[in-house]
């Protein structure tokens, strides 16, 4: 057998969707886990923000040296930036052999024999129906406790800044019977933690003759099947994050109390010029029903900081939002415009860097203060641990997560990955609970 080497960039969707791709291919490839042996490179990639797509042209680079000791090597390139740059790539880029969009992955065996006679080695076609939904992935890189199951793919929301609608196409969902499938597959396998992806998890729906679903009903089924396994899902959008949804995680132990709700910003006028559909106080006001269903729940988010005519009342909105809230944790970024998207076509990127660097800080100095003192709200009790593998730090002692998805570094004896253990916090800092 042929050997396949990939490399993931981006999002959990583009690790679970390199997990697809290596299903497709395995009639004809194994994976390798040293680049230098393989036949076959694959790079999936992203386009979130400018810098994602420049760490990727920095690694064709280097790719290229590779390709000149071994001929017979073929490198393509898949995901988001396939479907942005979409067949110029393949010029600009001496080292790349083919590319494949997000909904064409089922096409690579013929890409790759097309790209062997070199003719017209591409396929960026998007699909409003495509999900994958047959494949069982092949968890390739798994720590065999947790794994992403897409239950959606897609977006149909259009935020103005986000290139997603573009690179992903339509939102469409996956008929459940074959989400479950998966479930059982991955709870025979001895998997004890699994997250329910999509660009927008909450308004999973999936309708025919006998069936009526939406995503509380969804999670409630994998829930029930699998009762000794976790559920977490990722990602919610505020405006679907409704009652029926609270209710569901409430009832079901096994769905961990943490939502992932990016809010972007805390003022009206650049929700309003993102187009996320709801205003400061509305998501305020899920935050309240949030805390008041699951008093236990977390929270995290996503910030986008330095959009297109942030004024500092903006910043300073963003500021008190993020206090209101009390984020456990959060991803923040800066502004990056990105082509064909209607921020760029509209809005003017007149943010200057050294701005939007210093209100990036500030965001940074307050979620570091906020995690710390959600993380000082664990010391002195004894939680649950999901054991993942030994820390980083010292191979000594185990690390795992807390049904909060905090991550906790403890001496756990020769408990083993996998175990549920009740850890006793002694300390923590911003990041970490430590115990034993
Ligand atoms: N610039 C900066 N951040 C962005 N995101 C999406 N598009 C952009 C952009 N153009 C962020 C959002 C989103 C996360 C995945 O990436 O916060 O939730
Ligand atoms: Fe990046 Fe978004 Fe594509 Fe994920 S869906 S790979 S975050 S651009």
Known sequence: MKKLYIETYGCQMNVADSEVVAAILSEEYTLTN?????????????????????????RLRELAALKKGNASLLIGLLGCMAERVKEALLNEEEALDFIAGPDAYRTLPQLISRAQNRENPFNVLLSTQETYDDILPIRYDTNGVSAFISITRGCNNFCTYC?????????????????????????????????????????????????????????????SHVPHIRVRF??????????????????????CKHIHLPVQSGSDNMLNRMNRGYSREKYLQRVARIKELLPHCTLSTDIITGFCGETEKDHQDTLT??????????????????????????????????????????????????SLNSNLKEVGKTVEVLVEGTSKRSNKQLFGRTSQNKVVVFDGGDRQPGDLVLVTIHRCTAATLIGK
């Not at 680049?35 to 042209?57: F, G, K, P, W």
């Not at 699994?194 to 939406?214: A, C, I, P």
């Open 234 to 255: 990722a990602t919610s959008h505020p405006k679907d994050i409704s009652d029926k949804l609270l209710h569901t995680i409430a009832r079901y132990p096994n769905i």
């Open 34 to 58: 040293t680049m230098q042996e393989a036949d076959l490179l694959l790079i999936n990639t992203c386009s979130v923000r400018d810098h994602a797509e420049q760490r990727v042209r920095a």
């Open 163 to 223: 290139v997603v609608p573009y690179t992903r196409g339509r939102e469409r969902s996956r008929p459940p019977e074959t989400i479950l499938h998966e479930v059982e597959d991955l709870a025979n396998n001895g998997y004890k933690e699994l997250t329910l992806l999509g660009q927008n998890v909450n308004s999973y729906s999936w309708r025919n003759d006998k069936e009526n679903m939406d995503f509380p009903d969804l999670i409630a089924a994998v829930a």
């Open 321 to 370: 939002l993020m206090e209101t809230v009390g984020y456990a944790s959060a991803f923040l970024f800066k502004y990056s415009v990105r082509e064909g998207t209607l921020a760029a076509k509209k809005f003017t990127d007149d943010i200057p860097e050294n701005v939007k660097a210093r209100r990036f800080n500030e965001i940074l100095t307050l979620q570091q203060q906020l």
